[in-house]
C-alpha cells in the first residue's frame, strides 16, 4: 500500500470529524525534513513509493511528514521551499 495517502480515525472520536485525510508534505531524513522534489532528487528515483526502506547517509530511514502531523509546514532545508498547509 502505497504512504502517499490515507485516513486515520480522528484522536478525539468525535462523530464530526470520524476521519482525517493525510497526505504526505515532506520527509524528515539526515536530521532534516525536505520537500518531496528534494527527496526525489536526493535518493535518484522518480516516485514517492520508491523512497521505502530506503536509509539516508546516517544510516536512517526515511521518513514521511503527514499533513496532520505536528511538523507539517514549514520550508525545506535544501531548497528553501515552503510544504504543507
Known amino acids: 500500500m502505497p504512504r502517499t495517502s490515507s485516513t486515520v480515525p480522528s484522536a478525539c472520536g468525535s462523530a464530526n470529524r470520524a476521519k482525517l485525510p493525510m ?14 522534489r528534494c ?15 530506503v536509509l539516508d547517509r ?6 514521511p511528514v503527514f499533513s496532520i502531523d505536528e511538523n507539517a509546514s514549514g520550508h525545506c532545508d535544501t531548497c528553501g521551499a515552503e510544504y504543507g498547509d
Do not use: M, Q
Open 23 to 36: 497526505k504526505i508534505v515532506a520527509y524528515a531524513y539526515e536530521a532534516a525534513i525536505h520537500c518531496p
Open 58 to 63: 546516517e544510516g536512517n530511514e526515511v521518513w
Open 39 to 53: 527527496t526525489l532528487r536526493r535518493f535518484h528515483v522518480d516516485s514517492e513509493d520508491a523512497l521505502v526502506g
